[in-house]
């Protein structure tokens, strides 16, 4: 594909820094999108750019001359009537002539008759319905999930996760950039949805054992109670029915636990495990880290 360039919204997340990352190292031109294109730190040759999605009129000035896009809201879910992140991006898309979207979603997409499901519904059937060729990613529980627990493991030894017995099988971000930068390149991934998982399952205690182990230090678990977890997502804002259908599907789905062969087929390379994405951060939970 010639060479052109590519627009990352959500260029400061763990998906999306890495997308930058794996864009720069392979010598395309690549345009990070930001709030705050003078604070965030990107690796030389990368143009940082303003855009607001709660700022419609800021959009178009970054999609300029954009032919590839990859879309990322960082919108709550439920936080207003539409996904209007979503909507914004995709209309700015349009108005710029993009030739290809590749779009940051969940792993059940629109799936299920919850808050979820219905938010998702909409935001994935604005980009398959928009007129340009797109590609949908579908990734489970990330593994950068973890990094919640830094503060605790700062303080001591004790780590309070909600949740801790629900297995999923966790995915590193930087497998989901790879093969949104597959999607992005190449003309192999058009108008198909993808989902994604990591390479073996774990619950978020298989998880902490791991972490330990690649820390080298004794970690100790405690389950925060349902209603702890609930009253901490509503007091993070959270709307109640979607705190309702986080929890239905925690407790009583299956949702992410499905082992998938999509990362190592299109990557051509087993997909990473949390064993090795806790040793390349480990640096990230240790005390030293804080200063």
């Given at each position: 594909?010639?060479?052109s360039?590519?627009?990352v919204?959500?260029?400061?997340?763990?998906?999306g820094?890495?997308?930058?990352?794996?864009?720069?190292?392979?010598?395309?031109?690549?345009?990070a999108?930001?709030?705050?294109?003078?604070?965030?730190a990107?690796?030389?040759?990368?143009?940082?750019?303003?855009?607001?999605?709660?700022?419609?009129?800021?959009?178009?000035?970054?999609?300029?001359g954009?032919?590839?896009?990859?879309?990322?809201s960082?919108?709550a879910?439920?936080?207003?009537?539409?996904?209007?992140?979503?909507?914004?991006?995709?209309?700015?898309?349009?108005?710029?002539?993009?030739?290809?979207?590749?779009?940051?979603s969940?792993?059940?997409?629109?799936?299920?008759?919850?808050?979820?499901?219905?938010w998702?519904?909409?935001?994935?059937?604005?980009?398959?319905?928009?007129?340009?060729?797109?590609?949908?990613?579908?990734p489970?529980?990330f593994?950068?999930n973890a990094?919640?627990?830094?503060?605790?493991i700062?303080?001591g030894?004790?780590?309070?996760?909600?949740?801790?017995h629900?297995?999923?099988?966790?995915?590193?971000?930087?497998?989901?950039?790879?093969?949104?930068?597959?999607?992005?390149?190449?003309?192999?991934?058009?108008?198909?949805?993808?989902?994604?998982?990591?390479?073996?399952?774990?619950?978020?205690e298989?998880?902490?054992?791991?972490?330990?182990?690649?820390?080298?230090?004794?970690?100790?678990l405690?389950?925060?109670?349902?209603?702890?977890?609930?009253?901490?997502?509503?007091?993070?804002?959270?709307?109640?029915?979607?705190?309702?259908?986080?929890?239905?599907?925690?407790?009583?789905?299956?949702?992410?636990?499905e082992?998938?062969?999509?990362?190592?087929?299109?990557?051509?390379?087993p997909?990473t495990?949390?064993?090795?994405?806790?040793?390349?951060?480990?640096?990230?939970?240790?005390?030293?880290?804080?200063?």
């Amino acid at each position: 594909m010639a060479s052109s360039v590519i627009l990352v919204t959500g260029a400061t997340g763990h998906v999306g820094g890495a997308l930058v990352a794996q864009i720069v190292a392979h010598d395309q031109p690549v345009r990070a999108m930001t709030r705050r294109p003078d604070a965030v730190a990107v690796p030389p040759g990368v143009q940082a750019v303003y855009g607001d999605c709660d700022d419609p009129t800021s959009l178009d000035a970054a999609f300029d001359g954009v032919d590839r896009a990859f879309l990322m809201s960082a919108q709550a879910t439920c936080s207003a009537a539409h996904p209007t992140h979503d909507l914004h991006l995709v209309q700015a898309a349009q108005r710029a002539g993009v030739r290809h979207i590749v779009k940051l979603s969940v792993y059940s997409g629109g799936a299920g008759d919850d808050a979820i499901g219905a938010w998702h519904r909409e935001a994935e059937a604005a980009v398959m319905d928009c007129g340009i060729d797109w590609t949908l990613l579908r990734p489970g529980r990330f593994m950068s999930n973890a990094l919640h627990w830094a503060q605790m493991i700062h303080r001591g030894d004790t780590v309070r996760i909600p949740f801790a017995h629900r297995p999923a099988a966790p995915i590193d971000p930087a497998d989901v950039a790879a093969v949104a930068f597959a999607a992005l390149t190449t003309h192999d991934h058009r108008n198909v949805a993808y989902q994604m998982s990591g390479p073996e399952v774990l619950t978020p205690e298989g998880e902490l054992i791991v972490l330990a182990e690649a820390l080298g230090r004794p970690l100790r678990l405690v389950e925060s109670p349902i209603d702890e977890a609930r009253a901490g997502m509503y007091a993070a804002g959270m709307p109640r029915p979607v705190i309702d259908a986080i929890v239905s599907r925690v407790l009583e789905g299956r949702e992410g636990t499905e082992l998938l062969p999509t990362v190592a087929q299109i990557l051509r390379q087993p997909p990473t495990t949390f064993a090795q994405w806790a040793t390349a951060h480990a640096g990230l939970f240790t005390r030293t880290e804080l200063h």
